[in-house]
């Protein structure tokens, strides 16, 4: 039918040429008969009946019809490539984008904003109190730690033990190893051998010399160093040798041994910023820096790990509870969280939290800034899901991530209690000192 209608043209722009030439006959002499074909007025084109257009569309359809269309992306095969296709690319331009020596114009730092409700995420130094950044606090503290050498080394060498060294693991073999030389030493004083620790023994090597702040740990302690001789060898070998000073405070030995066990990595702890605003329309509106989004190489990786699950999960029903499952998953990829809670004069109370605390937490941050803090109170979520403080729950498993606007309820029960006994509750819910610092939201 196709081949039908294309001879059909093509007989019909034949025709309408005109009258051809001969091959003898020179262009001179046609040239006069072309110029009056050419001022010859052309006769107006008639459009096609609504007959000839109802039939040309019926013979059209007859052809989309026996031609086969092209089937649309239905597959989950094609799906799924496409996705992995995807993947590839963003793996192949991050990888490209770090490669050296690509001349890439690097973006503009985007300007901090000056209505940010909380300038970012920071923590406080427990050794010094200073308020630290978030690629501070490392640093800091571990220079705090250096710098409490001058005061007591014996806690500081524990400090730096438990701190500079990240594998736990590790920390705990060589801890459990100092602490058998010092059980030994208290409970042997008068053993000599046991008083002398081989700096070239291989348990001391492989457990405790490949940590941090062991060598001045014993040596803070009363242990010095000192060449002996050693059995069979010609030349002495290095020792820890315990001085008689310490021996004769076998008591205090055992304190720091104590110590050692049980001391943990000095931490920053996230500062809350807490922060009373005015009442406001837009409580429910968070600007929040970046430091609430950044995620480390190894969150990243760990995302791209989830995104390319979800290619597998594209294939497969999922029930409720899996659906559940991969959105509480969803919520853990924040570290922080910004909460606001709205008393009842409208006042507002913000807080920063780790996205993996418990609601108990927001509860206690809440009931330190209560005028009446003994009073017992109720925090609802903007869903209307009231959050219990003895329920084990923590933010991003209740969907309170990165930020939240919740409403604080006092226990109508206690309160009709108050009002029955001819008492009444302070007006005022927070602090005096609060709201003297009180701001407005904008």
Same mark, same amino acid.
């Given at each position: 039918?196709?081949?039908?209608?294309?001879?059909?043209?093509?007989?019909?722009?034949?025709?309408?040429?005109?009258?051809?030439?001969?091959?003898?006959?020179?262009?001179?002499?046609?040239?006069?008969?072309e110029k009056s074909n050419q001022l010859a007025p052309?006769?107006?084109?008639?459009?096609?009946?609504?007959?000839?257009?109802?039939?040309?569309?019926?013979?059209?359809?007859?052809?989309?019809?026996?031609?086969?269309?092209?089937?649309?992306?239905?597959?989950?095969?094609?799906?799924?490539?496409?996705?992995?296709?995807?993947?590839?690319?963003?793996?192949?331009?991050?990888?490209?984008?770090?490669?050296?020596?690509?001349?890439?114009?690097?973006?503009?730092?985007?300007?901090?904003?000056?209505?940010?409700?909380?300038?970012?995420?920071?923590?406080?130094?427990?050794?010094?109190?200073?308020?630290?950044?978030?690629?501070?606090?490392?640093?800091?503290?571990?220079?705090?730690?250096?710098?409490?050498?001058?005061?007591?080394?014996?806690?500081?060498?524990?400090?730096?033990?438990?701190?500079?060294?990240?594998?736990?693991?590790?920390?705990?073999?060589?801890?459990?190893?100092?602490?058998?030389?010092?059980?030994?030493?208290?409970?042997?004083?008068?053993?000599?051998?046991?008083?002398?620790?081989?700096?070239?023994?291989?348990?001391?090597?492989?457990?405790?010399?490949?940590?941090?702040?062991?060598?001045?740990?014993?040596?803070?302690?009363?242990?010095?160093?000192?060449?002996?001789?050693?059995?069979?060898?010609?030349?002495?070998?290095?020792?820890?040798?315990?001085?008689?000073?310490?021996?004769?405070?076998?008591?205090?030995?055992?304190?720091?041994?104590?110590?050692?066990?049980?001391?943990?990595?000095?931490?920053?702890?996230? /500062?809350? &910023?807490?922060?009373?605003?005015?009442?406001?329309? +837009? =409580? *429910?509106?968070?600007?929040?820096? @970046?430091?609430?989004? %950044?995620?480390?190489?190894?969150?990243?990786?760990?995302?791209?790990?989830?995104?390319?699950?979800?290619?597998?999960?594209?294939?497969?029903?999922?029930?409720?509870?899996m659906r559940e499952k991969e959105e509480q998953r969803?919520?853990?990829?924040?570290?922080?969280?910004?909460?606001?809670?709205?008393?009842?004069?409208?006042?507002?109370?913000?807080?920063?939290?780790?996205?993996?605390?418990?609601?108990?937490?927001?509860?206690?941050?809440?009931?330190? /800034?209560? &005028?009446?803090?003994?009073?017992?109170?109720?925090? +609802? =979520? *903007?869903?209307?899901?009231?959050? @219990?403080?003895?329920? %084990?729950?923590?933010?991003?498993?209740?969907?309170?991530?990165?930020?939240?606007?919740?409403?604080?309820?006092?226990?109508?029960?206690?309160?009709?209690?108050?009002?029955?006994?001819?008492?009444?509750?302070?007006?005022?819910?927070?602090?005096?000192?609060?709201?003297?610092?009180?701001?407005?939201?904008?």
């Amino acid at each position: 039918m196709k081949k039908f209608f294309q001879e059909i043209k093509t007989d019909i722009k034949f025709k309408s040429a005109g009258s051809g030439q001969k091959l003898t006959e020179s262009v001179g002499e046609k040239a006069p008969k072309e110029k009056s074909n050419q001022l010859a007025p052309r006769q107006p084109r008639q459009g096609p009946t609504n007959e000839a257009q109802m039939a040309a569309a019926a013979a059209l359809a007859r052809l989309e019809q026996k031609q086969p269309r092209a089937r649309g992306p239905t597959s989950q095969d094609f799906i799924r490539n496409q996705v992995r296709k995807e993947l590839r690319t963003e793996a192949t331009v991050s990888g490209s984008s770090e490669a050296p020596g690509t001349n890439m114009v690097p973006e503009p730092k985007e300007e901090v904003s000056t209505h940010l409700v909380v300038p970012g995420v920071y923590f406080t130094c427990p050794l010094t109190g200073a308020i630290l950044r978030k690629d501070q606090r490392d640093t800091r503290i571990k220079e705090a730690i250096l710098s409490h050498f001058s005061t007591d080394p014996v806690a500081a060498s524990i400090m730096k033990i438990h701190t500079f060294n990240k594998d736990r693991d590790r920390v705990k073999l060589g801890v459990d190893t100092i602490a058998k030389y010092l059980d030994n030493i208290h409970l042997h004083p008068e053993e000599e051998k046991y008083r002398k620790i081989k700096l070239q023994n291989k348990v001391f090597q492989e457990r405790i010399n490949c940590l941090e702040g062991t060598h001045e740990f014993f040596e803070a302690i009363g242990f010095q160093k000192a060449l002996l001789p050693v059995p069979d060898q010609e030349s002495p070998e290095e020792f820890y040798v315990l001085s008689e000073t310490a021996l004769a405070q076998l008591p205090s030995l055992e304190r720091h041994k104590e110590q050692l066990l049980c001391a943990e990595p000095v931490r920053a702890t996230l /500062a809350r &910023q807490r922060r009373v605003f005015q009442p406001s329309p +837009l =409580a *429910s509106q968070f600007d929040l820096p @970046s430091d609430f989004f %950044n995620i480390t190489a190894e969150e990243a990786k760990r995302e791209q790990k989830l995104r390319s699950e979800a290619v597998e999960r594209l294939s497969m029903l999922r029930t409720k509870a899996m659906r559940e499952k991969e959105e509480q998953r969803e919520m853990r990829k924040y570290t922080y969280t910004l909460l606001r809670v709205r008393l009842p004069d409208g006042c507002l109370l913000q807080g920063t939290f780790y996205a993996r605390e418990r609601v108990a937490a927001l509860y206690s941050f809440v009931r330190e /800034a209560l &005028q009446s803090d003994w009073l017992p109170f109720e925090l +609802l =979520a *903007s869903c209307g899901q009231k959050l @219990s403080e003895d329920e %084990n729950l923590a933010f991003n498993e209740c969907g309170l991530v990165p930020s939240a606007l919740l409403t604080f309820s006092w226990d109508m029960a206690v309160l009709e209690d108050i009002k029955a006994a001819g008492a009444e509750p302070d007006s005022s819910i927070l602090k005096p000192e609060l709201l003297l610092t009180i701001e407005k939201l904008s």
